[in-house]
């Protein structure tokens, strides 16, 4: 598969993530006031999502429409996911709790719903392999019990109330077993498949994985400063940590960008 490398678009987005990291590293230790270096590391932060996303598509170009779906569940993620692990480290609880939420609706409701309108209006009727749909269904639904369980513990005052947080911590150790154990199966039923049409690859793949790294370790320190100019902006703005959350986290951590289409997702009649 030939690779074409960068387009013009895509220089211009890592230029943009390079001078907004830069400008949020600034305003967070020279210090200039309380909802500056916050806003300017939102901005650097979706930047950062975008160019995290568009790696991990570039690098599924090679790999199938398979594979590429299980980078994206296992990486796109990564600036919302720095994003909590530093907020749980600062005691921001309602924050990350109100992010989980969040994604979980944009992604299922919004991002999902809006492919489903938008791939009905230009295929018309598309049918969509049953075991594949099967199998996502049942992981939301564990995914979703898997979050009422420490709540409906402390909530019906079992006896094990009390121990939210232990609970909470080994459902998160089998939620991850459980999507570890998943990959072979997904990989497999994708072993098959073709790359990505065209058979021309936006970036080598080494490029890809260099970039997706730098993306990742700029997201990572980003993140920092995010979450240490959070809570002085919520006091500056007058706003609540489930506000910040359900919203300002998960618009900055969200993955904007463009996605290749691959034909092998869905099939559409004719």
Same mark, same amino acid.
Request: hydrophobic fraction near 55%; charge should be positive.
């Given at each position: 598969?030939?690779?074409?490398?960068?387009?013009?678009?895509?220089?211009?987005?890592?230029?943009?993530?390079?001078?907004?990291?830069?400008?949020?590293?600034?305003?967070?230790?020279? +210090?200039?006031?309380?909802?500056?270096?916050?806003?300017? $590391?939102?901005?650097?932060?979706?930047?950062?999502?975008?160019?995290?996303?568009?790696?991990?598509?570039?690098?599924?170009?090679?790999?199938?429409?398979?594979?590429?779906?299980?980078?994206?569940?296992?990486?796109?993620?990564?600036?919302?996911?720095?994003?909590?692990?530093?907020?749980?480290?600062?005691?921001?609880?309602?924050?990350?709790?109100?992010?989980?939420?969040?994604?979980?609706?944009?992604?299922?409701?919004?991002?999902?719903?809006?492919?489903?309108?938008?791939?009905?209006?230009?295929?018309?009727?598309?049918?969509?392999?049953?075991?594949?749909?099967?199998?996502?269904?049942?992981?939301?639904?564990? $995914?979703?019990?898997?979050?009422?369980?420490?709540?409906?513990?402390?909530?019906?005052?079992?006896?094990?109330?009390?121990?939210?947080?232990?609970?909470?911590?080994?459902?998160?150790?089998?939620?991850?077993?459980?999507?570890?154990?998943?990959?072979?199966?997904?990989?497999?039923?994708?072993?098959?498949?073709?790359? $990505?049409?065209?058979?021309?690859?936006?970036?080598?793949?080494?490029?890809?994985? +260099?970039?997706?790294?730098?993306?990742?370790?700029?997201?990572?320190?980003?993140?920092?400063?995010?979450?240490?100019?959070?809570?002085?902006?919520?006091?500056?703005?007058?706003?609540?940590?489930?506000?910040? +959350?359900?919203?300002?986290?998960?618009?900055?951590?969200?993955?904007?960008?463009?996605?290749?289409?691959?034909?092998?997702?869905?099939?559409?009649?004719?």
């Amino acid at each position: 598969m030939e690779a074409t490398g960068f387009a013009p678009k895509d220089v211009r987005l890592v230029t943009l993530c390079g001078v907004a990291a830069a400008a949020a590293g600034i305003t967070h230790y020279i +210090g200039v006031g309380d909802v500056i270096p916050f806003a300017v $590391s939102a901005v650097a932060l979706a930047l950062l999502a975008a160019l995290v996303g568009r790696a991990v598509d570039a690098l599924g170009d090679s790999l199938g429409a398979g594979a590429t779906g299980v980078l994206q569940s296992a990486l796109g993620n990564l600036p919302e996911l720095f994003v909590c692990l530093f907020a749980l480290h600062s005691g921001l609880y309602d924050v990350v709790q109100a992010a989980i939420v969040g994604s979980i609706l944009s992604n299922v409701l919004l991002v999902l719903g809006l492919a489903f309108v938008v791939g009905g209006l230009k295929f018309g009727t598309q049918r969509f392999a049953v075991e594949r749909a099967r199998t996502t269904a049942l992981l939301l639904v564990l $995914s979703v019990m898997a979050l009422l369980i420490p709540s409906l513990t402390a909530s019906l005052h079992t006896p094990a109330a009390g121990h939210e947080k232990s609970l909470s911590v080994i459902v998160s150790v089998a939620l991850l077993a459980l999507f570890a154990l998943s990959l072979p199966a997904s990989l497999a039923r994708q072993a098959g498949e073709a790359p $990505s049409e065209g058979g021309t690859a936006r970036w080598p793949r080494s490029l890809a994985i +260099g970039v997706l790294a730098g993306a990742g370790v700029g997201a990572a320190l980003v993140s920092d400063w995010f979450v240490d100019g959070l809570t002085p902006a919520i006091n500056a703005l007058g706003i609540s940590e489930t506000f910040a +959350g359900l919203v300002i986290v998960a618009i900055a951590g969200k993955r904007g960008r463009e996605r290749r289409r691959h034909p092998a997702r869905c099939t559409q009649p004719g």
